[in-house]
């Protein structure tokens, strides 16, 4: 059933139950599973959530609050941000970026882990997931303001990068797709609260061509196209429609009119997320929440394409009270 409501929904059929989902911060998920009486491992089928993503991506720690992931970059988690954390240090120059070794995919880890969640009995939409997928990868490893700068000054580097990240993201999404997952999750941040952190035309030459290859392998197999981005992102809109785009998550209404952007895009895309972590969950009144849910589903939801969700992972600023009451509404 869960299942169906997704599938109903990107199909922009109109559906009686609109799917969800809610993901939490690891401080918010232990803090709520407390509030509520559950283990943690039980955050999600409590939660009723429509959708699974895998994450392909590797590391591990390799000192107290220091990750380092499978491109080797190092992140310090030892601050506030106890899940993504800080690059210690760029570990591509101008100097090595030509012989810089880009990692193999583990492909029976991928093979594995892509097996057990479509055996896991939930009746969900399964998604691949590869975060950082390009633009974020390269900047982990190059540094934003040095990457930025590549794209005007050594678009060498910068295509040389993201051939590479492309290349290996290809990899995992071949072996995967030789499962029966429903389609890919991609995680790749293009923009701020006004605007593109990049001109359209530089995301065009630099980031678009390589994500139409990933967009294109996974579409050639029927499967579905997500993709999650923050900010303000309606200059590329249109142009991730043209490379096969079906769900753009995370869709912040502090930065859209969700009306005009249902009117604009809806037609061709779905629209997960809407609910904002930023604006109205830390602050409001459970009622209101609700209030506030239903309005974003009135807009977004009508003659389908919605998903339902927070615009982000669920801070630890959020009121336990707050994270019931949206699950118990859609639920309910």
């Not at 699974?52 to 990750?67: A, M, N, S, W």
């Not at 570990?91 to 193999?104: A, D, I, Q, R, S």
């Not at 029966?180 to 990049?198: A, E, P, R, S």
């Not at 429609?241 to 969700?258: A, C, F, K, R, S």
Request: one cysteine or more.
């Amino acid at each position: 059933m869960k299942k169906a409501q997704v599938l109903n929904a990107i199909a922009h059929k109109q559906i009686d139950k609109i799917p969800h989902m809610i993901e939490l911060t690891s401080e918010k998920q232990k803090s709520f599973c407390d509030f509520v009486g559950i283990d943690i491992s039980e955050f999600f089928d409590y939660a009723g959530n429509c959708i699974q993503k895998l994450e392909y991506g590797t590391g591990e720690y390799i000192r107290d609050g220091f990750y380092q992931d499978n491109y080797g970059v190092i992140w310090n988690r030892s601050g506030i941000d106890k899940d993504i954390g800080v690059v210690t240090e760029e570990l591509v120059t101008e100097e090595n970026y030509l012989g810089f070794k880009f990692p193999t995919p583990d492909i029976d880890r991928v093979k594995n882990l892509t097996q057990t969640l479509i055996s896991d009995g939930r009746d969900t939409v399964k998604l691949g997931k590869i975060g950082m997928t390009l633009f974020e990868r390269a900047w982990s490893l190059r540094g934003m303001e040095n990457l930025l700068t590549d794209f005007y000054l050594n678009p060498e580097l910068a295509h040389h990068l993201m051939e590479g990240i492309c290349n290996y993201n290809l990899q995992i999404i071949d072996y995967a797709l030789e499962f029966d997952i429903d389609g890919f999750y991609f995680g790749d941040d293009y923009g701020q609260q006004t605007g593109l952190m990049m001109s359209p035309d530089t995301w065009r030459e630099f980031i678009k061509p390589y994500l139409k290859k990933m967009f294109t392998k996974v579409k050639s197999r029927g499967k579905i196209v997500a993709l999650h981005s923050c900010g303000n992102i309606t200059d590329i809109l249109g142009d991730l429609i043209e490379i096969g785009l079906d769900i753009y998550q995370t869709v912040q209404p502090e930065l859209y009119n969700l009306a005009d952007l249902k009117a604009n895009f809806g037609k061709d895309l779905s629209f997960w997320g809407a609910i904002s972590t930023q604006r109205d969950m830390p602050f409001v009144k459970p009622d209101e929440l609700v209030k506030i849910m239903q309005e974003t589903i009135d807009i977004l939801g009508k003659d389908g394409g919605y998903i339902v969700a927070p615009t982000h992972q669920v801070p630890p600023d959020v009121p336990n009270e707050n994270i019931a009451a949206f699950i118990n509404y859609l639920k309910g």
